[in-house]
């Protein structure tokens, strides 16, 4: 990438993460783009624009003169893919030299967990379209793992199974790094984990110390927790997959491994959950 000033546009600007990115990034005058600019964050420097990913002239719009394109994944849905796709089309379009993705660990059109198929097809889709990427494949958010509770249980298929959450607050750093200096991490993969590897019951123990309510794990089968979550939320099938395969990845350690990359790319070590939930 050039010596030239460089345009970073931040999509998701009014979410949890991208909200994070956009303060983090508030110094080089970004485009925040998002579909409430009433909700954007109010940041002096920074032109918001709306767009809407499945409204491709409004990405199209939104994208103009934009260098460098920091894409959080939309909201799970069975359109996500065609949104996504949506998005990078726009991007080649409008000449995007670098797209930075939040894609997930463990992305593969094989993966255990569905919606992570999502995030292959649009890692896919980014090469194919011959913008430079770098994809942060996130594990679970530390900060979500709170919400897996319901009346103070986690339930589901994950057995001893383990997984490695990491903070919010340290994806976004890591974004923020990447996206001031992109073409240091162009064609790069990093897989963004917490410091440890823990079970859903070590989780459950360790979120009742921090929150002061007492919250256990509680192992079902496929077929219970489909069918409890059936019952429960009249949820559609691909929605009741997501949910039930959430557990079975834990379960078959497809999000158990441990990486240095928040520490390598941010350049501090990442948080533990304890830290993550207190700040």
């Known amino acids: 990438m050039s010596d030239l000033p460089v345009r970073i546009a931040v999509t998701g600007a009014t979410g949890a993460l991208g909200g994070l990115v956009a303060e983090r990034l508030a110094d080089l005058s970004p485009v925040l783009i998002v579909r409430d600019p009433s909700r954007a964050p109010a940041l002096a420097a920074a032109e918001v624009r709306e767009a809407e990913y499945a409204d491709y002239e409004s990405v199209l719009a939104a994208l103009d003169g934009v260098d460098v394109l920091f894409l959080v994944s939309a909201t799970e849905s069975q359109r996500r893919r065609e949104d996504h796709r949506r998005v990078v089309m726009a991007a080649a379009e409008r000449g995007v030299r670098h797209v930075v993705y939040t894609s997930?660990?463990?992305?593969?059109?094989?993966?255990?967990?569905?919606?992570?198929?999502?995030?292959?097809?649009?890692?896919?889709?980014?090469?194919?379209?011959?913008?430079?990427?770098?994809?942060?494949?996130?594990?679970?958010?530390?900060?979500?793992l709170p919400h897996f509770a319901v009346d103070g249980v986690i339930r589901g298929p994950a057995g001893d199974g383990r997984f490695a959450p990491v903070s919010r607050s340290d994806v976004a750093d890591v974004a923020a790094a990447v996206l001031r200096q992109p073409a240091a991490h162009a064609g790069t993969s990093y897989t963004l984990t917490g410091p440890e590897a823990l079970t859903l019951t070590e989780a459950a123990t360790r979120l009742s110390a921090v929150l002061g309510r007492d919250l256990r794990f509680e192992n079902e089968t496929e077929e219970s927790a489909r069918d409890w979550r059936r019952e429960k939320y009249d949820a559609e099938d691909w929605q009741l997959d997501a949910w039930v395969s959430t557990y079975t990845a834990i379960r078959d350690g497809t999000l158990a491994e441990v990486t240095d990359d928040v520490a390598r790319v941010s350049g501090h070590p990442a948080r533990t959950l304890e830290q993550a939930l207190t700040e």
Do not use: C, K, M
């Open 104 to 144: 997930f660990a463990g992305a593969g059109g094989e993966a255990t967990f569905s919606l992570v198929r999502d995030h292959a097809h649009t890692e896919a889709a980014i090469r194919a379209s011959g913008i430079d990427f770098t994809f942060l494949r996130d594990n679970f958010y530390l900060e979500v």
